[in-house]
């Protein structure tokens, strides 16, 4: 390798690449210290109230909706991510396991929805939840007030729904390879069925349990179109809550608020780096 | 308490297999194996004796038959709640848990007390030789050592019945002539039943008490060492035990234990047979190399004539290929003991080659 005289292009062509995937990233952070309501011309850095630079920060703190949102985002990403996890590695371990009558089929089945335009799990969810809410309601001729409909508990369903197979996709590639005898030497040694999965099993498979949470948590945080169809009233999360600005004034708030949610982000995978590098 | 240490009663075992027909990986297999003794179960790969050890450990069901341990059947019982453990090939160490947690684990899951366990693994990692390795990763450990903590993590529990899946296959040669000896000493030490799986003849030889020689899922023949070689039973144990002779013919004609076997051209030998036999019945005489001789000796009754077609010479012993004039082939295996030892005859020299009847054992199967 350091034989080989770098190309100049190539040199070029990373940076260019870089630029444009972090360009965007580090206007929108500056940005967010400006001193003018617009987005489009930067006029300095804001110094107002008793925030000073960090005005458009205090006043996101201060926004009701963006503290809703925010509440709702992470009830979601929270539930959906604990849930699909466990239920994502127990279908990995099953996978791994067990041999049975439409392995093949159900694992297809299974993986299906990663590529699946999300679009099409979005109406398909939305018309299946209508359907099933329609039928209940009037089945059991409910009352307005009593009737199910839309709102935190159908965004936490379909984000578990579409978070199981990348978690199960994640649990697998660490399973891939597990030595079985590792859990019957643990059995051998008298340790029962749960004791094994506690002792054995799941602190050696535990560096991909927790990266398909990271997985699942990130995707349920940005989550906007299935989100957008499944979504009713009080349960806007932030995705949702941003685009609605967009059409009306992109105020630096949304800036402050975008730089916070990348700091979020940064950390989460710095967190799950550390982990993985332990082991 | 019963005689046995472990006992299989008609064990059989059947698989699905991948293609949805049923795979019969042991075929009413019977074995008694004694308190204290280091069995071997030996045969090919693919002959039933992994499953059958796995069978005793409880990690596979039998599907017809029972296992008794100590005299108690060990019916549906779990491998936790059975008093054997078990040291596997690839050794499975808990990679998370230093040597000392992976000595530990089994007197954990049993309750014994923290200074117990503490004194107790201690004990066992000195017993194979590595005191003072507790903090360590198994990862940090060499294949050798790894074995050693495979082992004390076993003996530590103290089982009724140690057993082991060709704990020595992923060692070197050097290694395993080493760790041969340390099992032998180990399982002296602790008196402990030792049921040894392996594909390696020498292997059982050297280590073992009494040998199973498995093949197909069928226990073939169990007996000692000595037994085994020089008393095989079949055509199977006969090839697969060191190596040996095989000379195909039929029955000319039968006196108590013994019988004349013709062989292709006009050929004849006389046979010692441990199973009955009639006159016109197809056989074969297996004779071993190192029990038949070039050299004159009047002793010896049987006489065949043959041309030397190849000779190996490798210092204790010369190796002189023969074929009889029939058209079969044998291996002539003569002891160098002499001061200065010579050839016994040149490639392509007419020889006679001389064996007792007692050498040539006939097998109906």
Known sequence: MSAKKQSPWLTLVSILVYFFLYAPIIVLIVFSFNASRTNVVFEGVVNQGP??????????????????????TLII??????????????????????????????????????????????????????AVFGWI?????????????????????????????????????????????????????????FTTFRKVTLPLIAPGVLAGAMLAFTLSLDDFIITFFTTGPGATTLPIYVYGLLRRIVTPELNALSTIWVLVVLIVVAISQWFQRRE | MAEYAVELRNVWKRFPGPGGEVVTAVKNVSLQIYDGEFFALLGPSGCGKTTSLRMIAGFELPSEGEIFIHGRPMGKTPPYQRPVNTVFQSYALFPHMTIGENVAFGLQMKGVDKKEITRRVAEALEMVRLSGYE?????????????RVALARALVNRPEVLLLDEPLGALDLKLRKEMQLELKRLQREVGITFIFVTHDQEEALTMSDRIAVMEGGVALQVGTANDIYEHPNCR??????????????????????????????GVSLWAHTPQRVVVGQAVTVTVRPEKMHIRPNATDINQVTGYVTDIV?????????????????????????????????????????????????????
């Open chain 1, 51 to 72: 925030c000073g630079p960090f005005y458009w920060y205090c006043e996101l703190f201060r926004n009701r909706s963006v503290m809703d949102a925010t509440r709702n």
């Open chain 1, 77 to 130: 990403a929270f539930t959906s991510t604990v849930v699909s996890t466990i239920i994502g590695t127990m279908a990995a371990l099953a996978l791994q396991r067990y041999d049975f009558f439409g392995k093949k089929v159900s694992e297809t089945a299974l993986y299906f929805p990663i590529v699946t335009p999300e679009i099409v799990m979005g109406i398909g969810i939305l018309v299946f939840f209508s």
């Open chain 1, 137 to 193: 309601n009037t089945a059991l001729a409910l009352a307005p007030s009593q009737r199910l409909t839309m709102g935190l508990g159908t965004v936490i369903v379909s984000h578990i729904a579409f978070s199981i197979p990348f978690v199960t996709l994640v649990v697998r590639a660490r399973l891939h390879g597990f030595d079985d005898r590792l859990e019957e030497a643990a059995m051998d040694l008298g340790a029962n069925e």
């Open chain 2, 135 to 147: 903090k360590r990763k198994p990862k940090q450990l060499s294949g050798g050592q790894q074995q």
């Open chain 2, 236 to 265: 199977f144990v006969a090839d697969f035990i060191g190596e040996t002779n095989f000379l195909d013919g039929k029955v000319a004609e039968v006196d108590t234990d013994k019988a004349r076997i013709e062989l292709p051209g």
């Open chain 2, 313 to 365: 010479y490798i210092g204790t012993d010369t190796h002189y290929g023969v074929v009889l004039i029939g058209g079969q082939t044998i291996r002539v295996r003569e002891q160098n003991y002499a001061a200065d030892s010579r050839l016994l005859a040149r490639e392509g020299e007419e020889v006679c080659v001389r064996f007792s009847i007692e050498a040539a054992r006939v097998l109906t199967e």
